[in-house]
């Protein structure tokens, strides 16, 4: 019975601490909390009604991500956005994305197809209605889908992990990008349908590329966002 009680409450605690990741995590993405935001283990666990473990530990996934700066016995703050890591990030995941892309060509059904070009429908009615947060969700599940329709799924953890400093800058940019990019997951799926491996990772690069051209545009809109860097 106590073991069983003890396993309740480990898992009543990781849903707390899960909670409060998943709310941090929205309010940093979506700019609610501003880059150089400072934080407060007190305040965010007053603010959310939870303990200050939860928070201390979604500090620290957080951290791990970039979105926060941890500084011992000062203040932690949301961290700035380093154009040095966006472009790291997009290296990285457009080696990974160009072999899922390959794969899809091989492998994709019919059904397959039919299930993605459902999650576009849904990103076209974000762009008419400006809902750029369920947008950009819809934006990783496009791509988190045809990883795992596949049979790479496992990739998307590696992914997601890091593409984390891109992710900032991709939502500030739906502001006047969202419709292009809607185009282009429609180009991407055409190609992988036509299972032209060539047109696939030609459009999977040139949709991930953009937003080297967009960090560029972000900067000069929000400036106070970006670390200096060399």
Same mark, same amino acid.
């Given at each position: 019975?106590? *073991?069983?009680?003890?396993?309740?409450? =480990?898992?009543?605690? %990781?849903?707390?601490?899960? @909670?409060? !990741? #998943?709310? &941090?995590?929205?309010?940093?993405?979506?700019?609610?909390?501003?880059?150089?935001?400072?934080?407060?283990?007190?305040?965010?666990?007053?603010?959310?009604?939870?303990?200050?473990?939860?928070?201390?530990?979604?500090?620290?996934?957080?951290?791990?991500?970039?979105?926060?700066?941890?500084?011992?016995?000062?203040?932690?703050?949301?961290?700035?956005?380093?154009?040095?890591?966006?472009?790291?990030?997009?290296?990285?995941?457009? *080696?990974?994305?160009?072999?899922?892309? =390959?794969?899809?060509? %091989?492998?994709?059904?019919? @059904?397959? !197809? #039919?299930? &993605?070009?459902?999650?576009?429908?849904?990103?076209?009615?974000?762009?008419?209605?400006?809902?750029?947060?369920?947008?950009?969700?819809?934006?990783?599940?496009?791509?988190?889908?045809?990883?795992?329709?596949?049979?790479?799924?496992?990739?998307?953890?590696?992914?997601?992990?890091?593409?984390?400093?891109?992710?900032?800058?991709?939502?500030?940019?739906?502001?006047?990008?969202?419709?292009?990019?809607?185009?282009?997951?429609?180009?991407?799926?055409?190609?992988?349908?036509?299972?032209?491996?060539?047109?696939?990772?030609?459009?999977?690069?040139?949709? &991930?590329?953009?937003?080297?051209?967009?960090?560029?545009?972000?900067?000069?809109?929000?400036?106070?966002?970006?670390?200096?860097?060399?």
């Amino acid at each position: 019975m106590q *073991a069983g009680l003890r396993f309740l409450e =480990r898992i009543h605690r %990781q849903s707390v601490a899960e @909670s409060v !990741f #998943d709310e &941090l995590h929205r309010q940093i993405l979506t700019l609610v909390l501003a880059p150089g935001t400072k934080l407060s283990e007190v305040d965010v666990a007053k603010a959310l009604g939870v303990s200050r473990q939860p928070v201390r530990d979604a500090f620290y996934r957080l951290s791990k991500l970039g979105f926060l700066t941890i500084r011992p016995q000062r203040a932690t703050l949301v961290s700035l956005i380093s154009e040095r890591s966006v472009k790291q990030a997009q290296h990285v995941r457009t *080696a990974i994305e160009l072999e899922t892309v =390959r794969a899809a060509c %091989q492998r994709l059904t019919a @059904s397959d !197809f #039919d299930a &993605l070009a459902a999650i576009l429908d849904e990103q076209a009615g974000t762009v008419a209605m400006g809902d750029h947060v369920q947008f950009h969700r819809l934006d990783d599940r496009f791509h988190r889908e045809i990883s795992e329709r596949a049979g790479h799924g496992y990739v998307w953890d590696i992914i997601r992990e890091n593409k984390s400093p891109m992710d900032r800058v991709r939502y500030l940019s739906l502001t006047f990008a969202s419709e292009r990019a809607y185009l282009e997951h429609c180009d991407i799926l055409a190609a992988i349908r036509s299972r032209d491996v060539a047109a696939a990772t030609e459009t999977i690069r040139h949709h &991930l590329s953009q937003i080297l051209g967009l960090i560029v545009q972000i900067r000069a809109r929000h400036s106070a966002y970006f670390v200096h860097e060399d």
